[in-house]
T-cell receptor, first 119, second 115 residues
Framework: GAVVSQHPSRVICKSGTSVKIECRSL??????MFWYRQFPKQSLMLMAT?????????EQGVEKDKFLINHASLTLSTLTVTSAHPEDSSFYIC???????????????FGNGTRLTVT | KQEVTQIPAALSVPEGENLVLNCSFT??????LQWFRQDPGKGLTSLLL?????REQTSGRLNASLDKSSGRSTLYIAASQPGDSATYLC??????????????FGKGTSLLVTP
């Protein structure tokens, strides 16, 4: 089945530093990738949608200059949390979408998430 | 706008009980509906996927139903076990003109099965 690899699974960084999270589709070309954030005891919330080769579309309330998304190829999207602060500590999950119909009946595939802790 | 609601928010049952988790969505124009399990600090595990043309799916002790016209889905867990303790998320997949697909999650039901 389709696999999405997300790296790193866990990262601890100091306030003010930047952190990059990678999301790769391993056996299919992901035309679209989604980035979600989950705070403790809350649901997953969509942060942004990225299409290969174009600028990401950010959800309301998400700072595009703080959460830089690059989707340079059909198999890789990166999320960079710039100048991270403790309030950015969260669980970040990516998902990837293949072209309609090419992966049967499950169009969205998820990475295992990245636990970011900013001290 | 597609909104997904899950009831109850939390549930505690003794081992062996059958239980039902509820999910409702506001726009019936969905591609499919998925149920996920999330263990603390972990990613998502896909449990069941129901296409918009289907009414139910079964996997082991799990059965999910879908009533698209009324905007409802239920996840039935038979003979619950302590290992079933987790947060269960419902999500609807729908067409998004900008990106092809989009997926909205409910806030989840936190399940605790006690021995």
């Amino acid at each position: 089945g389709a696999v999405v690899s997300q790296h790193p699974s866990r990262v601890i960084c100091k306030s003010g530093t930047s952190v990059k999270i990678e999301c790769r589709s391993l056996d299919f070309q992901a035309t679209t990738m989604f980035w979600y954030r989950q705070f403790p005891k809350q649901s997953l919330m969509l942060m942004a949608t990225s299409n290969e080769g174009s600028k990401a579309t950010y959800e309301q309330g998400v700072e595009k200059d703080k959460f830089l998304i690059n989707h340079a190829s059909l198999t890789l999207s990166t999320l960079t949390v710039t100048s991270a602060h403790p309030e950015d500590s969260s669980f970040y999950i990516c998902s990837a979408s293949a072209p309609r119909g090419s992966l049967g009946d499950s169009p969205l595939h998820f990475g295992n998430g990245t636990r970011l802790t900013v001290t | 706008k597609q909104e997904v609601t899950q009831i109850p928010a939390a549930l505690s049952v003794p081992e062996g009980e059958n239980l039902v988790l509820n999910c409702s969505f506001t726009d019936s124009a969905i591609y499919n509906l998925q149920w996920f399990r999330q263990d603390p600090g972990k990613g998502l595990t896909s449990l069941l996927l129901i296409q918009s043309s289907q009414r139910e799916q079964t996997s082991g002790r799990l059965n999910a139903s879908l009533d698209k016209s009324s905007g409802r889905s239920t996840l039935y867990i038979a003979a619950s076990q302590p290992g079933d303790s987790a947060t269960y998320l419902c999500a609807v997949v729908f067409s998004n003109s900008n990106s092809g697909y989009a997926l909205n999650f409910g806030k989840g039901t936190s399940l605790l099965v006690t021995p």
